[in-house]
Each structure stands twice: as C-alpha cells, then as structure tokens.
C-alpha cells in the first residue's frame, strides 16, 4: 500500500499542535506515512506565537518524512486550502487536519484503508475520522455508515473528487426556493441550511460548508467510522468559526487498529441518518451531565455506564 501523506495547517495554537502531533506518532503506521506542516505567516503581534509553532515543528520526529511549509504572507484560507491542493495535485491523495484535531492509534490506518476501497466508487467524496456521539443501531453489522455530510475534522479525499477552491455556494438564493432541495440539504443536519445561507452571503467562508453544499447538489456522501477516530480539542473558543462548546465531545476513541471492513455499495441507514440529524439540531441550552451521560451510554453501553457513573 501507498500510504496518503498528511497534511496539517497550523497559526499560533502551540499546545494544541503538541497534543495533535503526539497522537499522530502513536499511530500504528505514523513511520511509514508522511507528513507535511503547512505554518501560517502571523498577524502583527503574532509573531513570536509562530516562531515557538516552528521552532517546535523543526524538532518532530517519528514520522516517514517532515515537511514545513513555513508561509511568508498570512492567509488563512490560502494556507489550508492551498496546502489541501498542493498535496492533491502533486500526490493524488491526502489526509488532511488542523492543529486541534487528536487522534486515535488506528485513525491513519483507517483513513488508508478507506482511500483504497472507495477510490472508485463515484458517490463517496470524502473519508472521515469524526463519529458524533450518537447511538448507532445495535444490529448495526458494519464499521462505518454514509451521511450526506462533510466532515472536515481528520478527513481524506483524491485528487480527481476534490478541489477545494472549486466548491462554492453561489447559486443558493435561487436552491432554496426549492422545497425538495432545502430537504435534501438538510438530510445530513438542520444546521447545513444556515451555514450555507451564511456563506452565500460573505458572513463565512467555510471549505467544510461548500462541500456539504456539494454534496446535496451532486447526490455524494461522506464515509464515516461507526466510533470515533478523532477528538477537536479546539472547540475551547480558540478557533475560527468555533465556539466553546462541549457538544461534540468523545469521551473514548475508538480502540480497533486494523482489519477494518469496509461496504462496497454503501446505503444510507436511515436510524443513523435520524440520529445524526437530531444531534445536530440547535440546543437552546447544554446540559453537560445530560450531554455526558448520553454520550457515555451511546458509546461504550452498561458495563461502562456503571462503571462511570455507578460506581460499580
């Protein structure tokens, strides 16, 4: 196997870098893959945050290769999605996160797995390591589910089904006026609808919004994990378009390293899709308790129920 290089792009978020690069070297197959930085330019009075952010990328180790890509001018936007591209165009195929995203020992070997099953299956644009924390049918026989939904949280992609400064939101004003699209939209999470409007405005700018936009148009799905793989520790108020929020939390990553099975003619499950779709729904209030007692029971079941919460 051809192992996808990863990509990252990082600013100025030095302990979060840190916690991200320490699980990626912990992954099973972190020696054979490589990986590439790419570094932002700062801001003014940034610059001393970016300088420690390099200093400590140039001492990472434990991967195939390490490239930095150490930016001169500062863009946010150019810089993830510019090095999206470049690693596209020049390698075909690619891993990519952010600075917040921690992973689990056997995220890369999944990613890897999955970019060569779905390689040529023409409905699955991306690949992701994120699984929200809901309950997934018991009988539920296969290690991943499609969603309608983009999930840019550790995800993989190829060259010839992504170009991220290709998807866009422009022709929404006349979409939404089609109650079937606006449904469609929707299908993967209520909160698309407002994220797109957003975008088509110039309130945002977000990748992860234009390519969820894309799939509604084009009938295209995500390839999700049937537990997490990934955990975004930047949902702390440090990140563009992030809040401080604990909704997304995962309380255990998913153990499994290998032998991963994958569906060769992926369906929709339509208990999944509900579930997905209610945990997205706008909460006028968190309960943290509540939020943590239901992710625990939705990923580990009883036995660790009891052990959390009663003691036992």
Known sequence: MKFAPIGMSTYTRLDHLKKTIASLQKNTIAQKSSLYVFSDAPRPGDENKVEKVREYLRTVNGFRSVTIVERKDNN??????????????DLGKIIFLEEDIVTAPGFLQFMNDALDFYENNDKVISICGYCPPIAIPDNYPHDTFILPRFSAWGFATWKNK?????????????????EKFVKKLSAGGEDIYKMVEDDCCGKINALDVRVMYHQAINNLYTV?????????????????????????HINFLWSKEKDFTYQVDPKVNRKILIENKNFRGIRKKENSFIDNLYRIACY???????KVFLKK
Do not use: M
């Open 76 to 89: 946010r936007i150019k810089n993830n999605r510019g090095g999206i591209k470049q690693l596209l165009d």
């Open 224 to 248: 999700y994990p049937r537990q997490s793989l990934v955990q975004n520790i930047g949902l702390d108020g440090s990140g563009v378009h992030c809040g401080n929020s604990n909704k997304f």
């Open 162 to 178: 992504f170009d991220p400064f290709r998807f866009s939101t422009v022709g929404f004003e006349e979409k939404k006026k089609d």
């Open 300 to 306: 580990a079941g009883y036995e660790k129920f009891k």
